[in-house]
């Protein structure tokens, strides 16, 4: 059986002021999968436009951004017409539980810490992608 252009184009968003991270973690996934399409963004604002523009499969959130923080993006995400299927793993370099329940309350998929493994974010995404090849499968 062979995994149809559907799994290979998986759009994913990588959301996080930390330009050296947001390299790292997309020369990561283009590692593991080149087919998959990557944008990144440093700052709410500009999450929100390539969310609206491209419409990714998986969001890489930070909480802790400029402007915009990634709980409202994540609350606008959730809030979209597509957003009830976009897979969101939120990521934060903050030690407050609290986090954690809100960001998911909000419709994150998954919460990691900082500093994250990126291994750990490679199988999240990997996940997501089985599960996008299952969705559009059946």
Do not use: W
């Amino acid at each position: 059986i062979s995994v149809g252009s559907e799994a290979e184009s998986l759009r994913i968003l990588i959301v996080d002021d930390e330009k050296n991270f947001t390299e790292l973690i997309r020369d990561i996934l283009l590692l593991d999968n080149p087919e998959y399409e990557i944008e990144i963004a440093h700052d709410g604002f500009r999450a929100g436009l390539l969310y609206a523009n491209n419409k990714p499969d998986v969001v890489l959130l930070d909480l802790m951004l400029p402007g915009v923080d990634g709980f409202e993006v994540c609350r606008q995400i959730k809030q979209s017409n597509s957003g009830g299927k976009t897979v969101i793993i939120a990521i934060t370099g903050l030690d407050d539980p609290t986090h954690k329940e809100r960001i998911m309350t909000l419709g994150a998929s998954h919460f990691l810490q900082k500093p994250a493994d990126t291994s750990v974010i490679r199988d999240l995404v990997r996940q997501a992608t089985a599960a996008r090849v299952a969705d559009t499968s059946s």
